[in-house]
């Protein structure tokens, strides 16, 4: 059983900063790709950053230049660093790990943390 546990989440003003925290295990960051997802209000899960495990990284345009993605597979770490935020940023932030194999496909998922981003 996969276990990634997210932290980092809370109430911030437009503007603001915060870092999430991912962490799992050595197996998982070794071989897996990360991405960090979110999910507002009413809206479907979208994806928000991807890190592979050789630190290629991809982005929402939405948060390009803003946001950065992270991961240290020796601490089995990954992080968002999320700068300038804004309303529209508000949503539970999850962590996912993913990684196909011939016959299966490996997709875990995090419990989520709140990011709210308001004055």
């Known amino acids: 059983q996969v276990q990634l546990v997210e932290s980092g989440g809370g109430l911030v003003q437009p503007g603001g900063s915060l870092k999430l925290s991912c962490t799992g295990s050595?197996?998982?960051?070794?071989?897996?790709?990360m991405h960090w997802y979110r999910q507002a209000p009413g809206k479907q899960r979208e994806l928000v950053a991807g890190i592979l495990s050789g630190g290629t990284t991809n982005y929402a345009d939405s948060v390009k230049g803003r946001f950065t993605i992270e991961r240290d597979n020796v601490k089995t770490t990954m992080w968002l660093q999320m700068n300038n935020l804004k309303p529209e940023d508000t949503a539970v932030y999850y962590c996912n790990s993913y990684r196909r194999l011939p016959v299966v496909i490996e997709n875990d998922w995090g419990q989520g943390t709140q990011v709210t981003v308001s004055s």
């Open positions: 050595p197996r998982i960051f070794r071989q897996h790709e």
